[in-house]
């Protein structure tokens, strides 16, 4: 039981519990021996003025008839009063007439008696009673005795500090054992606290070992704890499906770039099957290109031999025929050229360089001004266009898209042709345009197609494979080419060369007009 | 004192007025002193009956009559005295507006043949001696508290007696004779009596 009154707690109980109980003490004890020395002075003023009265009184005799010696036998009777240390009879004129003491040799009297009264002096009761015998004042008692308060006052304080010290043992042993009737259940909640805590074991109680306000603390905390309990587990059990979630998640995932990595390496291996069938292609119709020229070169050959050597034996029919002959071997001729220019553009390293488009713009119109000088064409070409290109190819896609614009506004007014470019978001977008015919951008996606012919052959002479030509050779820049038109209008063609692919729908089409 | 201008030139003139100046006042000296010492003698006797006064005004309190003594409660005591004008004076100062136990008292002052019955107390002075006895005799037996102040007055029936010892006025009790006479006295007063005499004469 006198453990170790370790937990403050415990202390501070016993603390306040010891307090009380010497304040209490201390309070009682006071009430007590205050009571008690008021009591004593009471009584004992009492009975001393009482024992002057009656010395008084028995005396009055005496003093009635002056006899001295009656009234010192009187006063010799207070000997069985051993507490009156002296005693003096004074007659009415104020004179002495007997004394007495316990100490012989003292001769300490008042030489005058006083008005009657009791009055503490030096640890010593003074009493003076007037002596009245039938309304006459005979005289003056006066009397001397101890007068005990201080030295009753200074044994209480030794009794009752012995008492405060045997009540407080007492006191301290019985809340000593007392205190741990309250403390036990809340120390005991305390412990389980912190186990609780330390061990993150929820399933812990503290046990109810009360039915008062700890009892509801016990209850309060067990309640907590279920509380607790419950939503761990809630949340461990949501943390265990998240993390299943997350691990199907992650696998998905990685299946994806498994997935997409097989992607890759299949859509590598296709474009590596696809280029190298694509470069079969462009040789075998190179390859067959330049082999159907020379058969071709000889039936021209012949057909003009034929014109020369026979012409005269040949009727009219058959000069028609040979016309014709000729005409559609100029046309084979030229179908051949084409796809000649076509594949040579697929082959061959690009070489890019700084190209002045500007200039090559204007190389090109001036070579189609010579090749036609009667047309008068409104041309316009921005200056200062730098670009990255292969002057080469670029050239031959100038050729290309300007030759069809100076085509295609042979039948307009006033034919006005333009080559400029566009910026947006720091891209170069290049445009070349014309007020010819315009087409219908319904067939817009077959115009880079090859072979595909929007006009008839009669209106405007072409292959059909230019624009296709142009836009191979967009492509092996990197870059993108579109085109915008309104039948009867103009059509625009717009191409980009290289990096930083303009989006096409960012930029805008500016209204063609005539 | 009368002044004497001594404005005699002559130097045999002026002694014999000084003589007589001498004895004259010599004369009146003596004439004083004795004057004073038969005034003291009156004096001390005045005195004694003074104090005798006093006591017998005190004794009243000390005794206790017999109910039939007085009519009612505050009917007067008397007090008688014979033979002792003196005292009977002092009694009168002593007695003017006291009362004993709310009773006043009353002094009666008494000649020979007078009755005794109607009486408290009787003060028997020395003055008239040889009738002591006599007077003493005609109070035996009744409530009346004699007070004598002869030598051997008590054998005689009186209650207290005076006695002068060392210059100090005494008093002798005689038990007996209050108790013929039904008085009752306290202790206390025969606790500063001299002597008590208890058998009866």
């Known amino acids: 039981m006198m453990r170790v009154f370790s937990s403050t707690l415990q202390r501070k109980l016993l603390a306040a519990t010891l307090v009380t109980t010497l304040v209490s003490l201390v309070i009682a004890l006071c009430a007590m021996v205050a009571y008690d020395l008021h009591t004593y002075h009471e009584s004992w003023v009492s009975d001393i003025a009482t024992q002057a009265d009656l010395v008084g009184h028995t005396t009055a005799p005496a003093l009635a008839f002056d006899d001295t010696r009656v009234a010192r036998e009187n006063l010799e009777l207070l000997r069985y009063r051993p507490q009156v240390r002296a005693a003096a009879i004074y007659n009415a004129r104020g004179g002495v007439v ?230 559609s071997v100029q046309r084979m001729g030229q179908l051949i050229e084409d796809l000649l220019n076509l594949s040579r553009v697929s082959r061959g390293a690009l070489e890019k360089g700084d190209v002045d488009l500007s200039e090559l713009a204007r190389q090109v119109i001036s070579d189609l001004k010579q090749r036609d000088p009667e047309r008068a064409v409104d041309v316009s070409i921005w200056d200062g266009m730098m670009v990255k290109a292969d002057r080469r190819l670029l050239r031959a896609a100038l050729e290309n898209l300007l030759g069809n614009a100076w085509k295609f506004t042979s039948k307009t007014e006033s034919p006005h042709i333009e080559v400029g470019m566009l910026s947006a978001n720091g891209n170069a977008t290049y445009f070349v345009r014309d007020n010819g015919p315009g087409f219908d951008m319904a067939y817009a996606d077959k115009l880079f197609g090859a072979f595909q012919r929007l006009h008839a052959a009669a209106d405007f002479p072409g292959t059909g494979i230019g624009l296709a030509t142009v836009q191979r050779i967009v492509h092996r820049h990197g870059g993108r080419i579109w085109a915008d038109a309104k039948v009867g209008k103009g059509a625009i063609f717009y191409f980009t060369l290289g990096d930083g692919d303009a989006v096409a729908q960012g930029l805008p089409h500016s209204e063609v007009s005539a | 004192m009368a002044l004497l201008n001594m404005h005699q030139p002559q130097a045999w003139n002026r002694r014999k007025t000084l003589h007589t100046l001498l004895v004259g006042v010599f004369a009146i000296i003596l004439a004083l002193a004795s004057a004073r010492h038969c005034r003291a003698e009156a004096d001390s006797a005045a005195a004694e009956y003074q104090v005798k006064a006093a006591f017998l005004y005190k004794f009243v309190g000390y005794v206790d009559w017999p109910p039939r003594a007085f009519s009612n409660a505050d009917s007067p005591l008397v007090i008688g005295v014979m033979g002792a004008d003196s005292m009977a004076e002092s009694l009168r100062q002593v007695v003017a507006n006291r009362t004993v136990n709310g009773r006043p008292l009353v002094i009666r002052r008494l000649r020979r043949g007078d009755q005794i019955a109607g009486l408290h107390v009787l003060f028997i002075g020395h003055a008239d001696g040889d009738r002591t006895s006599e007077t003493l005799a005609s109070a035996k037996g009744l409530s009346v508290l004699t007070v004598t102040e002869s030598e051997d007055a008590l054998a005689g029936g009186s209650v207290i007696n005076f006695v002068v010892v060392d210059d100090k006025v005494r008093f002798d009790i005689g038990l007996g004779s209050a108790e013929r006479g039904n008085l009752k006295i306290s202790a206390r007063l025969l606790a500063v009596a001299r002597k008590v005499v208890n058998s009866p004469s």
């Not at chain 1, 040799?105 to 009791?118: M, N, Q, S, T």
């Not at chain 1, 809340?186 to 929820?202: K, N, P, S």
């Not at chain 1, 704890?225 to 943390?239: A, F, K, M």
């Open chain 1, 98 to 327: 007997a004394r007495y003491s316990t100490d012989p040799k003292e001769a300490d009297f008042p030489k005058l008696p006083e008005a009657d009264g009791v009055r503490v002096e030096s640890g010593e009761l003074i009493v003076f009673k007037r002596i009245v015998e039938n309304g006459e004042i005979l005289g003056t008692v006066y009397l001397r005795a101890e007068y005990e308060l201080v030295s009753r006052l200074w044994s209480y304080a030794g009794i009752s500090l012995m008492v405060v010290i045997v009540a407080m043992a007492a006191a301290f042993l019985m809340s000593a054992r007392l205190q741990r009737i309250v403390t036990h259940p809340i120390l005991a909640i305390g412990v389980i606290a912190r186990e609780v805590v330390q061990q993150r074991d929820y399933s812990r109680r503290a046990e109810k070992m009360s039915d008062d306000e700890v009892g509801t603390l016990a209850d309060a905390f067990n309640d907590m704890l279920g509380e607790i309990e419950h939503r761990t587990q809630v949340i461990e059990q949501s943390n265990r499906s998240l993390e299943s979630e997350i691990t199907e998640r992650r696998r998905n995932e990685e299946e994806v770039v498994r997935l997409n990595q097989e992607l890759e390496t299949r859509v590598r291996d296709r474009t590596v099957q696809l280029e190298a069938a694509n470069q079969e292609l462009e040789a075998f119709c190179f390859s067959v290109s330049h082999d159907l020229r020379a058969p071709l070169r000889a039936i021209d050959g012949y057909r003009q031999a034929l014109v020369e050597d026979c012409g005269e034996n040949i009727p009219e029919d058959g000069q028609l025929y040979l016309k014709r002959i000729e005409s």
